[in-house]
């Protein structure tokens, strides 16, 4: 026997993609992929390391709280609106690049960020249990990298590996009666591997291009636990079987390129991103049942999702040496189509702005620090998945980071 279920979603990437990986990024609306002083390159252009020299450390993390608000058609399902359960959720960075030598425009960097993830809350007894009741996702990516500028050309090169640990939970009823549910409840935990490529050309000092590519990873989540809970005194005990089960999930490929130009005390960037979500289509949950053939022994996981765009425009402002500004504005498309679309995380386009700003002491210490507003336009939900209805969500992303080594 096998039921579907719906894959996770976010407020905060098209799909459910985490940018938000530095103070200085974050302050220009997660553009930095042509800015050669971005302090978090392993995360955003591992190129940028071969033009720089030295030790240098950056470390932080993003606050991101999500609403989100449901509210049904005119004249069905009552008046049952419903908003998601609060909830502030963390992602924390970090880098570190030396450079090779003094005579060698190389340089090697590590970096730890939490590069896909969500987690969306509703109440228990809300309408579209069914559905979605709780569900995470997360990841956590180690990603050493090398790079090296080709002589004197302002050409560099960088790769990377990724190394991906992610887990996985998800929380829904499944209807008997009228009054009577089942609660289902699904984790695991796996390892992934992908490569990195990143790219950056300064034909003079003031103008940068830069490119890099994410590759997809796939993600075993082995004797992930499958709980059932309300079924004991059912006559559907022995389907509703604990068990222990198997899932692959490909995360995307992502591809980013921009420009960026130093114009005085003024630095402008402009970003496209494209990511591959044609990778999250239909995914098959294994249960071993043991033999058992009236237990559940599969899920679901239709996606069916899209390639999608983003564009991105950022810029900072040194009001002194020591004082820098950031305003960015952003628009991503979503992924997710009409068809699929559901609560487990309603996601539509979505438009963002920022602004940020930091603060340069004692010769190699910075600090930076941005916030974020994500404005994720209002879909409506048409489909047999459901529920029918009217969602909004917004995001607020707060993000901060301490850097050392930084001129």
Excluded: C
């Excluded at 252009?45 to 071969?50: I, L, W």
């Excluded at 699929?340 to 386009?349: F, M, Q, R, S, Y």
Aim: proline share 5%; net charge negative.
């Amino acid at each position: 026997m096998t039921i579907a279920l719906a894959v996770p979603q976010t407020v905060f990437g098209a799909g459910f993609q985490e940018t938000t990986q530095s103070g200085t990024a974050v302050g220009m609306v997660n553009a930095g992929v042509a800015n050669p002083d971005e302090p978090n390159s392993s995360y955003y252009n591992p190129a940028a390391m071969a033009f720089r020299d030295g030790l240098k450390v950056y470390a932080g993390s993003s606050l991101i709280i999500p609403t989100i608000d449901y509210k049904p058609f005119e004249g069905e399902n009552g008046d049952a609106e419903t908003d998601s359960e609060f909830g502030i959720f963390p992602l924390p960075n970090f880098h570190m690049e030396y450079a090779l030598s003094e005579n060698l425009s190389a340089g090697m960097g590590f970096g730890l960020t939490a590069p896909y993830g969500l987690t969306v809350d509703w109440p228990n007894d809300w309408r579209g249990r069914e559905v979605n009741e709780f569900v995470q996702i997360a990841t956590l990516s180690a990603n050493p990298n090398l790079a090296y500028e080709i002589g004197d050309t302002g050409l560099s090169i960088a790769g990377g590996a990724q190394i991906v640990y992610s887990w996985v939970e998800l929380h829904r009823d499944v209807q008997l009666t009228e009054d009577q549910f089942v609660q289902t409840e699904l984790g695991g935990d796996g390892w992934g591997f992908g490569g990195v490529a990143a790219v950056m050309y300064r034909p003079t000092d003031n103008l940068t291009f830069g490119a890099q590519y994410r590759s997809r990873f796939n993600v075993e989540y082995k004797d992930a636990e499958v709980h059932f809970e309300g079924e004991e005194d059912t006559p559907f005990y022995s389907t509703f079987r604990d068990n222990t089960g198997t899932a692959d999930i490909t995360f995307p490929d992502a591809l980013h390129a921009g420009v960026g130009y130093q114009w005085n005390k003024l630095f402008l960037q402009f970003e496209v991103g494209y990511t591959i979500w044609d990778t999250f289509d239909v995914i098959d949950v294994e249960i071993d049942t043991q033999g058992d053939e009236e237990a559940i022994s599969g899920f679901e996981l239709e996606n069916r999702w899209e390639n999608a765009f983003a564009f991105r425009l950022g810029g900072q402002y040194d009001v002194t040496p020591t004082i820098p500004v950031r305003l960015g504005v952003a628009y991503d498309r979503s992924p997710i189509p009409d068809e699929t679309v559901n609560a487990t995380l309603p996601g539509n386009d979505r438009i963002a702005g920022s602004i940020g700003a930091g603060y340069k002491f004692m010769e190699n210490w910075r600090v930076d620090a941005a916030y974020e507003l994500v404005d994720v336009m209002e879909r409506e939900i048409r489909n047999d998945i459901g529920p029918r209805g009217i969602y909004n969500a917004i995001g607020h992303v707060f993000t901060a980071n301490v850097g050392w080594g930084y001129e």
